[in-house]
């Protein structure tokens, strides 16, 4: 049954009430690629790694052809696999199975997860860009998902967004939900512990850590100082 999401508005005190429980793991470092990278970014994401622990790493470069991205993507996903964070790929199933990546990213226009399953087989982790719809989300779960991604909670520059999720929908999820979700969009230290307090169980960011002043390395510890709060 599809959800009328303008007619069930969740009550945006709800995050404020939301208690997580103490059986979820929780909630981790997603870090994602700026825009644009060269042969030398290994060595800013082993910096980003130094500054304390991350779950995941996602490639997210729209600008180059694939066989160009997965030359550059050799040194990054073993720096991944030594460092125990995953590696995953955004858009694109087939560089995911090009790399034997961990897991693909998928938006609402990448590709279908019933489809990328089949073809790159039940232990790749599978994530679905779900905006601020409930329905989308429950949609990716029933479709065998690993994970859904809800953003942008705050003003962006890494993409251009249309919709603004209020933090009560990772709330919403993670009461009724075992499924991971993920929080995205123009998070930084200073504004991520609502989001943290309302349930996310990742934290997605990018900007705030490449473009930080005081470097990639600093800007990770800054997060982790919130994650452990």
């Known amino acids: 049954m599809e959800i009328d999401e303008d007619e069930l ?37 082993a910096a980003a790694f130094d500054g304390g622990p991350v779950a995941a ?20 996903q073993k720096l991944c696999a030594d460092r125990d964070v995953a590696f995953i790929v955004n858009d694109s199933v087939s560089l995911t199975k090009r790399l034997g990546a961990d897991g693909v990213h998928l938006g609402q226009e990448d590709g279908d997860v019933r489809e990328a399953r089949q073809i790159l087989g039940p232990s790749v982790q599978i994530g679905v860009t779900c905006h601020d ?14 994970y859904v991604a809800f953003g942008a909670f705050y003003p962006t520059t890494t993409k251009e967004t249309q919709h603004q999720p209020e933090p009560s929908i990772l ?13 995205i969009g123009g998070i930084t230290p200073a504004n991520a ?37």
């Open 57 to 76: 790493f996602q490639l997210r470069v729209k600008s180059m052809v694939e066989h160009d991205l997965a030359r550059l993507a050799e040194p990054i």
């Open 171 to 183: 709330s919403w999820w993670t009461t009724l939900f075992e499924l991971p979700c993920v929080a």
């Open 133 to 146: 719809s409930r329905h989308l989300a429950m949609e990716a779960g029933e479709a065998g998902a690993d």
């Open 9 to 45: 508005k969740l009550d945006p005190g709800f995050a404020t009430r939301f208690e997580r429980d103490d059986s979820r793991p929780a909630c981790q470092l997603y870090l994602i690629s700026p825009p644009a990278i060269d042969a030398g970014f290994v060595d800013r994401l």
């Open 193 to 229: 512990p609502p989001l943290v307090a309302a349930g996310a169980d990742f934290l997605a960011v990018s900007t705030a850590v490449w473009n930080a002043a005081e470097g990639p390395e600093a800007a990770v510890r800054a997060f982790g100082g919130v994650l452990k709060a």
